[in-house]
T-cell receptor, first 113, second 110 residues
Framework: EPEVTQTPSHQVTQMGQEVILRCVPI?????FYWYRQILGQKVEFLVS????????KSEIFDDQFSVERPDGSNFTLKIRSTKLEDSAMYFC???????????FGQGTRLTVV | RKEVEQDPGPFNVPEGATVAFNCTYS??????FFWYRQDCRKEPKLLMS???SGNEDGRFTAQLNRASQYISLLIRDSKLSDSATYLC???????????FGQGTRLTINP
């Protein structure tokens, strides 16, 4: 069964450092998303991406965040200068077409120290 | 008012019991509705989509009431493996973002 894959599974970084979280969506999917989940809290939307551009972003997705799909395969989330409060699980998701369900990757646990 | 609201629980029920979860959503323009389950520190996984006519998948039954903006999930004959957090998820038109409720934690006891 096709799946969304994310790397790394766990990343520890020092405050102020840049991190890049990587995702390989399901190959025939067209819409891509990043969500995050702080421990014990709900899953929160960060950004959606379609046709090589951001289609929607939340207020969480400020100037320190960026996304790109450089090679038509990987979908990356970059956090430029990490803060302690960026510590969370980051989930990538992809959707084949409108009104179908989203499939999630297994997540990257980011710990900022 | 929260966009998607669920009873956070936790629910602790014996194996074999029937358990029901409720969810309300605030955006009347929402078009797609789902129940996902999430195991501890894992990704959300689709349990079932929810249709206006209601739908059933084995022991699971989902209902949608658009007028009341209310979604429900019923689990019959609960198994130990049903222990998880159940997430009510709503989406606007097309491939817009998913909006998650805070989840209802369920523990099935032997």
């Amino acid at each position: 069964e096709p799946e969304v894959t994310q790397t790394p599974s766990h990343q520890v970084t020092q405050m102020g450092q840049e991190v890049i979280l990587r995702c390989v969506p399901i190959s025939n999917h067209l819409y891509f998303y990043w969500y995050r989940q702080i421990l014990g809290q709900k899953v929160e939307f960060l950004v959606s991406f379609y046709n090589n551009e951001i289609s929607e972003k939340s207020e969480i997705f400020d100037d320190q965040f960026s996304v790109e799909r450089p090679d038509g395969s990987n979908f990356t989330l970059k956090i430029r200068s990490t803060k302690l409060e960026d510590s969370a699980m980051y989930f990538c998701a992809s959707v084949r077409d409108t009104n179908t369900e989203a499939f999630f990757g297994q997540g990257t646990r980011l710990t900022v120290v | 008012r929260k966009e998607v609201e669920q009873d956070p629980g936790p629910f602790n029920v014996p194996e074999g019991a029937t358990v029901a979860f409720n969810c309300t959503y605030s955006n009347s323009a929402s078009q797609s509705f789902f129940w996902y389950r999430q195991d501890c520190r894992k990704e959300p996984k689709l349990l079932m989509s929810v249709y206006s006519s209601g739908n059933e998948d084995g022991r699971f039954t989902a209902q949608l009431n658009r007028a009341s903006q209310y979604i429900s999930l019923l689990i019959r004959d609960s198994k130990l493996s049903d222990s998880a957090t159940y997430l009510c998820v709503v989406r606007g038109q097309g491939a817009q973002k998913l909006v998650f409720g805070q989840g209802t934690r369920l523990t099935i006891n032997p």
